[in-house]
């Protein structure tokens, strides 16, 4: 009887022992090896960005950080402080004695107690660090449900395993242990300055288990903020005055160099750091942990592989001295084309409160009261190599910060212009044109076309040359050679040409010169596979041979179903300058490499492969001929303004042995939600400005073009009167900053 009741006793307990040894013995083994293990994750610095003469853009900065436990972010600590009070308080012999009720009332005493507590070492933190109370709450809120999420899905996992294991029931009875990210400090504020973090020191040597200050560092972006000197002696005669102007400038490169945002759940979800099911690492350059960040817009987010680095690691077991270590890998440091100095300088020329880029009388603008704010946008490339000198955007992300929700609507300042907003591109393809034209044998320099103010002869409303209107007294041109035709813009030789050159013809060479295509893909990204790329668009181009006749001439002067932008068309006045050499824009000098695994940026339907191609040389100097006559001669549409009492003023005459070739251009703009209510009115479909454009070529007196420049100003009308005066600033910036010969007039 003995020996029976003996075995119904020992032969569970041998089963489970069975089970606990050999069954789940190699798991229950793995789960105390690892109980014996500590590790501890370093930290990493992310790469530094320069300017092209060594300036640091961005740079990561050793700063202190405020971090909360999570036990006392989530109210764990509370329960756990009012549990020990309650029992101190009772002694462990009357506490294990004591009715259930008895327990709750003395529990919720101290929980009571300990919730103030809790209260008050928040305000005292919150005073100590000068860090208002409800920035902390709001820090909290977001870090509890960070890691809950995060928790929820590991358990989920875990739970999923259990089963897998040990069956319904066993999942069913499974508890969870806390997470790690449930046991760590999460960062709640950065940077500290030094003598709070030595203050909060003190505060976490006293109070272990609440607040720890820790060793971090913070991006900073030194050339952000500027004060520029602009010289106000060569402006137009409203806005010309003796003494220089004072520009500040917020957001120096802010549309190229991006910024950095808190880590999410999605980024978590394409690059983990830890294994989901178990917590152990899986990537140390993943994402992850408390106050992880990404970079979130510019090159910090398309190169955010390359500057991020990767993270080290320690391990040792509590049972041992052994140690094991690998070391931090510091994100690649970039070195950019651009020169921060002239990005100021330009940045503050297209400032509203410089007065070139608000409306002006001289505008003609209708539709625009005068002093209205114009964004703008300008790019400046090196011809010989295509690095990118400059590529501004106005409004800046830093002046959203100044705008209401209206304006913020209406001048979209969260756009990278120069690389992301696609323009018809209108009269400044022309020269393109005729180069086309030429190379393929449909015109000869020597043949004048005739305007005769329309291109159709028995449609004088449709198809019309510019001048061809009732205020100018339905003027015509004449007979035109190439040269004069550009200085004076002639729709109607730009017609011809098109024509004769076909559908495909112009589609193709309008792609060959980088229509359609992603040029500048260091600047672009893409959030998953599938997204849509960010950061640079191609702009777009119909497919070739399949417009008809209208469409095709129309897209002879740059109008139609076609767009690019700013960078674009640099771009393009640089590879007619070289001659048809294909040299895509350069903005990372000595080019890291990038993981192209989920495919690059794509061309646009009706794009052509771009491989150098040798121009007709005699096009190309008619072409340049006639760019620069369209400044130098009065005749030339870029030649001179009337901004005050109608006497003319010259527009791009830099002083300096400097030499101009330019076009400018008015592209008619699509209707335009000026009042931002989401509906198009027909007064607004009707009276939307155009776009005003300024693109060409500037080098030195009898040498060949150096840079080439591009110009916008939204909705600005007319190019030459509007983005033409920018240009001559932009100019002068060059020269002021030693990339252009100045004649000694810079300080």
């Known amino acids: 009887m003995i020996a029976a009741a003996f075995l119904a006793v020992c032969m569970p307990l041998a089963a489970q022992l069975i089970r606990l040894q050999v069954v789940d013995g190699a798991a229950n083994l793995a789960e105390a090896e690892q109980a014996l293990v500590r590790h501890e994750v370093?930290?990493?610095?992310?790469?530094?960005?320069?300017?092209?003469?060594?300036?640091?853009?961005?740079?990561?900065?050793?700063?202190?950080?405020?971090?909360?436990?999570?036990?006392?972010?989530?109210?764990?600590?509370?329960?756990?402080?009012?549990?020990?009070?309650?029992?101190?308080?009772?002694?462990?012999?009357?506490?294990?004695?004591?009715?259930?009720?008895?327990r709750r009332v003395l529990l919720d005493a101290h929980r009571a107690a300990r919730e103030a507590e809790r209260e008050a070492l928040l305000d005292e933190i919150a005073a100590m660090a000068d860090i208002p109370r409800d920035v902390i709450d709001a820090q909290v809120a977001a870090?509890?449900?960070?890691?809950?999420?995060?928790?929820?899905?590991?358990?989920?996992?875990?739970?999923?395993?259990?089963?897998?294991?040990?069956?319904?029931?066993?999942?069913?009875?499974?508890?969870?242990?806390?997470?790690?990210?449930?046991?760590?400090?999460?960062?709640?504020?950065?940077?500290?300055?030094?003598?709070?973090?030595?203050?909060?020191?003190?505060?976490?040597?006293?109070?272990?288990?609440?607040?720890?200050?820790?060793?971090?560092?913070?991006?900073?972006?030194?050339?952000?903020?500027?004060?520029?000197?602009?010289?106000?002696?060569?402006?137009?005669?409203?806005?010309?005055?003796?003494?220089?102007?004072?520009?500040?400038?917020?957001?120096?490169?802010?549309?190229?160099?991006?910024?950095?945002?808190?880590?999410?759940?999605?980024?978590?979800?394409?690059?983990?750091?830890?294994?989901?099911?178990?917590?152990?690492?899986?990537?140390?350059?993943?994402?992850?942990?408390?106050?992880?960040?990404?970079?979130?817009?510019?090159?910090?987010?398309?190169?955010?592989?390359?500057?991020?680095?990767?993270?080290?690691?320690?391990?040792?077991?509590?049972?041992?001295?052994?140690?094991?270590?690998?070391?931090?890998?510091?994100?690649?440091?970039?070195?950019?084309?651009?020169?921060?100095?002239?990005?100021?300088?330009?940045?503050?020329?297209?400032?509203?409160?410089?007065?070139?880029?608000?409306?002006?009388?001289?505008?003609?603008?209708?539709?625009?009261?005068?002093?209205?704010?114009?964004?703008?946008?300008?790019?400046?490339?090196?011809?010989?190599?295509?690095?990118?000198?400059?590529?501004?955007?106005?409004?800046?992300?830093?002046?959203?910060?100044?705008?209401?929700?209206?304006?913020?609507?209406?001048?979209?300042?969260?756009?990278?212009?120069?690389?992301?907003?696609?323009?018809?591109?209108?009269?400044?393809?022309?020269?393109?044109?005729?180069?086309?034209?030429?190379?393929?044998?449909?015109?000869?320099?020597?043949?004048?076309?005739?305007?005769t103010g329309h291109f159709f002869r028995d449609q004088p409303e449709a198809a019309r040359c510019w001048i061809y209107r009732a205020h100018f007294g339905f003027e015509t041109h004449g007979a035109l050679r190439a040269e004069e035709a550009l200085a004076r813009s002639c729709n109607i030789f730009f017609y011809a040409l098109a024509d004769r050159l076909g559908n495909r013809g112009v589609v193709e060479w309008l792609g060959w010169f980088g229509t359609g295509r992603h040029i500048a893909p260091d600047l672009a990204w893409r959030e998953s596979p599938r997204a849509a790329w960010t950061g640079a668009v191609a702009g777009s181009l119909p497919p070739a041979g399949r417009g008809g006749r209208f469409e095709t001439i129309l897209l002879g002067i740059g109008q139609g179903p076609v767009a690019w932008t700013p960078l674009h068309a640099a771009n393009a006045y640089a590879q007619l300058a070289r001659g048809g050499l294909v040299r895509d824009p350069v903005i990372v000098r000595g080019t890291p490499p990038r993981d192209w695994s989920g495919g690059a940026p794509a061309e646009a339907e009706g794009a052509t492969p771009r491989a150098d191609r040798r121009l007709d040389p005699a096009a190309v100097a008619a072409a340049l001929r006639g760019l620069r006559d369209s400044v130098r001669e009065r005749y030339g549409t870029s030649h001179h303004i009337r901004p005050g009492d109608d006497r003319a003023e010259e527009v791009l005459f830099p002083p300096g042995a400097v030499e101009v070739f330019a076009k400018t251009g008015t592209a008619q703009a699509p209707p335009w939600d000026r009042d931002g209510d989401g509906v198009l009115s027909e007064t607004e479909r009707a009276t939307t400005p155009d776009h005003a454009w300024f693109v060409g070529l500037v080098g030195p007196t009898g040498g060949a073009p150096l840079h080439a420049i591009a110009v916008i100003v939204e909705h600005g009308g007319s190019g030459g009167r509007v983005a033409g005066p920018v240009a001559a600033q932009v100019i002068r910036a060059l020269q002021r900053e030693r990339h252009l010969p100045d004649g000694g007039t810079s300080p």
């Open 42 to 102: 370093l930290p990493t610095v992310r790469g530094t960005i320069r300017d092209r003469h060594g300036r640091i853009l961005a740079v990561d900065r050793p700063v202190y950080a405020l971090a909360l436990e999570y036990t006392f972010i989530d109210g764990t600590w509370v329960e756990r402080e009012a549990r020990r009070g309650a029992i101190r308080e009772a002694g462990r012999r009357r506490w294990a004695g004591m009715e259930p009720d008895a």
């Open 143 to 451: 870090v509890v449900r960070r890691v809950e999420a995060l928790a929820g899905q590991v358990h989920a996992r875990q739970r999923d395993l259990e089963r897998s294991r040990r069956g319904d029931e066993a999942a069913a009875a499974f508890r969870p242990d806390p997470i790690r990210e449930q046991r760590q400090p999460h960062e709640i504020h950065a940077p500290l300055p030094d003598d709070r973090a030595f203050l909060l020191r003190a505060l976490e040597r006293e109070r272990p288990g609440i607040l720890r200050i820790i060793d971090t560092h913070r991006r900073e972006y030194p050339w952000l903020d500027a004060e520029v000197l602009l010289d106000r002696t060569s402006l137009p005669g409203l806005l010309r005055a003796g003494r220089p102007a004072f520009v500040r400038v917020q957001g120096v490169a802010d549309h190229l160099l991006g910024q950095m945002r808190p880590a999410w759940a999605e980024d978590v979800a394409r690059r983990p750091m830890r294994d989901a099911t178990n917590g152990e690492i899986i990537d140390l350059g993943g994402y992850g942990i408390s106050g992880d960040v990404i970079g979130s817009a510019g090159l910090e987010r398309s190169l955010e592989d390359v500057l991020r680095g990767q993270r080290g690691e320690a391990r040792w077991r509590v049972d041992s001295d052994g140690i094991s270590r690998v070391d931090p890998v510091p994100g690649q440091d970039i070195d950019l084309t651009i020169d921060v100095a002239l990005q100021s300088r330009v940045q503050a020329i297209l400032s509203p409160a410089f007065g070139l880029c608000q409306v002006q009388p001289w505008h003609d603008n209708p539709a625009l009261p005068p002093g209205t704010p114009l964004a703008a946008a300008v790019v400046i490339l090196e011809v010989s190599t295509g690095e990118i000198l400059a590529m501004a955007s106005s409004p800046s992300r830093a002046d959203a910060a100044d705008m209401d929700a209206a304006a913020q609507r209406l001048r979209s300042p969260w756009i990278n212009r120069p690389a992301e907003a696609i323009y018809p591109p209108g009269s400044i393809v022309k020269p393109l044109i005729l180069v086309g034209a030429v190379t393929d044998g449909v015109h000869s320099l020597t043949e004048p076309i005739v305007c």
